[in-house]
């Protein structure tokens, strides 16, 4: 974003929605315009519950609204990151204006989470593909893409840490009361929107194996708008409510925070995918609870773990021994060192859009090694 708007031939349009404008989530759409963005469009889709219907419900509002938006703002190509069932919607809205898509991050999977489903079918609605690994732009390729239409640019999240000034241990201590201790862990947990078992239950098994912990600060982000999501809400506030010394609880960190406590910490702890792509980048171990993310490409710093608190311990412990920390000593990340983000606007200054709508379904010839030969 901030390489278009500085770019004089290109004009730089932000639509923020969903959570973004949800006090209960933060409203961090004041993070967007603290880092200097005019946010052209707010439309509100959010609703104030998370079950199916909601999330259905949400996706509705999502096409009505986002239709509306493209139609006011005429963009030449609409941008989307991910795999959210919003940005599923917005994107079907922009499939409906016939605007040519822009799709990053796509190609993964995450075997847990109706996500995985979201994201291919996004991936099928768009026209350009920018993949974080070759292994995801294999997969792009395989779902029938055209191979000149598929770049690997690795993750752009990677870009923030390499390139951002990143807090110190003080100036966090400072702003958030948090690293106090000597051993520290960064904890967010979703739920996994595919699995039986509900969110709560997993949950209350991880916060008995954290409860079990001492000498140890704890730092949870509450999670995002999913099925279930809000339920886990009132069970971090009890968690921290019994030791708030040594455990804090944020709606949102704000980006720079959550990226310089990352760094700080001994280990990430839950489901998300931050623990996946990004903490690789700081050598910092991750404890990946439950099938959320499974399919996804992995760093040697990710420990996997069933949901129970048996398995969760065990990993825990692996984790934070000091002989696994010291085998990450030369470790690289499977999604990229940056550069993402120069690479991905590269592609859309230059590439040309005259009949781009019109796309070849890629045959993969059955037993071929290589999908993109």
């Known amino acids: 974003m901030q390489g278009l708007r500085e770019d004089p031939q290109m004009d730089l349009q932000i639509i923020a929605t969903g959570m973004h404008l949800s006090p209960?989530?933060?409203?961090?759409?004041?993070?967007?315009?603290?880092?200097?963005?005019?946010?052209?469009?707010?439309?509100?889709?959010?609703?104030?519950?998370?079950?199916?219907?909601?999330?259905?419900?949400?996706?509705?509002?999502?096409?009505?609204?986002?239709?509306?938006?493209?139609?006011?703002?005429?963009?030449?190509?609409?941008?989307?990151?991910?795999?959210?069932?919003?940005?599923?919607?917005?994107?079907?809205?922009?499939?409906?204006?016939?605007?040519?898509?822009?799709?990053?991050?796509?190609?993964?999977?995450?075997?847990?989470?109706?996500?995985?489903?979201?994201?291919?079918?996004?991936?099928?609605?768009?026209?350009?593909?920018?993949?974080?690994?070759?292994?995801?732009?294999?997969?792009?390729?395989?779902?029938?893409?055209?191979?000149?239409?598929?770049?690997?640019?690795?993750?752009?999240?990677?870009?923030?840490?390499?390139?951002?000034?990143?807090?110190?241990?003080?100036?966090?201590?400072?702003?958030?009361?948090?690293?106090?201790?000597?051993?520290?862990?960064?904890?967010?947990?979703?739920?996994?929107?595919?699995?039986?078992?509900?969110?709560?239950?997993?949950?209350?098994?991880?916060?008995?194996?954290?409860?079990?912990?001492?000498?140890?600060?704890?730092?949870?982000?509450?999670?995002?708008?999913?099925?279930?999501?809000?339920?886990l809400f009132q069970m971090i506030d009890d968690f921290v409510n019994e030791r708030p010394d040594d455990r804090k609880a944020f709606v949102s960190m704000g980006h720079l925070n959550y990226l310089s406590a990352m760094a700080m910490a001994d280990a990430v702890v839950g489901n998300s995918s931050s623990g996946i792509i990004e903490a690789p980048s700081f050598r910092v171990p991750t404890v990946n609870i439950g099938d959320r993310q499974a399919g996804r490409v992995r760093a040697p710093s990710v420990v996997d773990c069933a949901v129970d608190g048996a398995s969760i311990r065990e990993a825990l412990r692996k984790a934070l021994s000091p002989e696994f920390r010291a085998s990450l000593g030369s470790m690289t990340n499977p999604y990229g060192d940056g550069g993402a983000s120069r690479k991905i606007k590269a592609v859309l200054e230059d590439f040309p859009l005259e009949g781009i709508l019109k796309k070849r379904f890629h045959d993969v010839p059955v037993g071929q090694g290589e999908a993109d030969r």
């Open 24 to 231: 209960e989530f933060g409203m961090t759409v004041t993070e967007i315009e603290k880092d200097g963005f005019t946010v052209d469009s707010r439309p509100e889709i959010l609703l104030s519950a998370d079950t199916g219907t909601a999330v259905a419900k949400t996706m509705g509002l999502t096409l009505l609204s986002i239709g509306d938006e493209l139609k006011r703002l005429q963009p030449d190509v609409f941008v989307v990151l991910g795999d959210r069932f919003e940005s599923f919607a917005a994107t079907a809205a922009a499939t409906a204006c016939k605007l040519p898509i822009a799709h990053i991050h796509g190609g993964e999977t995450t075997i847990g989470a109706m996500d995985e489903a979201f994201r291919h079918s996004m991936t099928k609605m768009a026209h350009l593909h920018f993949t974080s690994t070759e292994e995801y732009r294999r997969r792009v390729i395989q779902l029938g893409e055209e191979p000149d239409r598929v770049f690997t640019t690795g993750a752009p999240g990677i870009d923030s840490i390499k390139e951002m000034a990143l807090l110190s241990r003080e100036e966090l201590q400072q702003r958030l009361d948090i690293f106090r201790l000597d051993r520290n862990l960064m904890v967010t947990f979703h739920p996994a929107t595919l699995d039986r078992a509900s969110a709560v239950s997993q949950f209350r098994e991880l916060l008995k194996a954290l409860g079990a912990l001492r000498d140890t600060g704890i730092i949870l982000t509450r999670p995002n708008a999913d099925s279930g999501g809000r339920e």
